[in-house]
Nanobody, 124 residues
Framework: QVQLVESGGGLVQAGGSLRLSCAAS????????RGWFRQAPGKEREFVAG????????FYADSVKGRFIISRDRAKNTMYLQMNSLKPEDTTVYYC?????????????????WGQGTQVTVSS
């Protein structure tokens, strides 16, 4: 089992920055990936960024490429999402997730463990 605890969300003005953290406890599943997703009310879940836990390869949605940076600290079993140049359209709940079986990093269906979500609100 894996428990995920997210932190770092909040309210920020457009153009500002936030850093989300996702601390994991339990099994590591180091052969697979972890990711960040977001979902607004009434909308489909959207892939934001992903990282392979062993090699550190990163993947981004086009909508955040160049603005967000995903990283990991394997010693702390923690994943981060540095969000810069935030826009009002980035406002929603962000979730971290862990794969236990592999598969497409961009598909939420391949993730087995999810955090509780953290709200990010960007004011214009």
């Amino acid at each position: 089992q894996v428990q995920l605890v997210e932190s770092g969300g909040g309210l920020v003005q457009a153009g500002g920055s936030l850093r989300l953290s996702c601390a994991a406890s339990g099994r590591t599943f180091s052969n697979y990936a972890r990711g960040w997703f977001r979902q607004a009310p009434g909308k489909e879940r959207e892939f934001v960024a992903g990282i392979t836990w062993s090699g550190g390869s990163t993947f981004y949605a086009d909508s955040v490429k160049g603005r967000f940076i995903i990283s990991r600290d394997r010693a702390k079993n923690t994943m981060y999402l540095q969000m810069n140049s935030l826009k009002p359209e980035d406002t929603t709940v962000y979730y971290c997730a862990v794969q236990a079986r592999g598969g497409s990093i961009r598909s939420g269906d391949t993730y087995d463990y999810w955090g509780q979500g953290t709200q990010v609100t960007v004011s214009s």
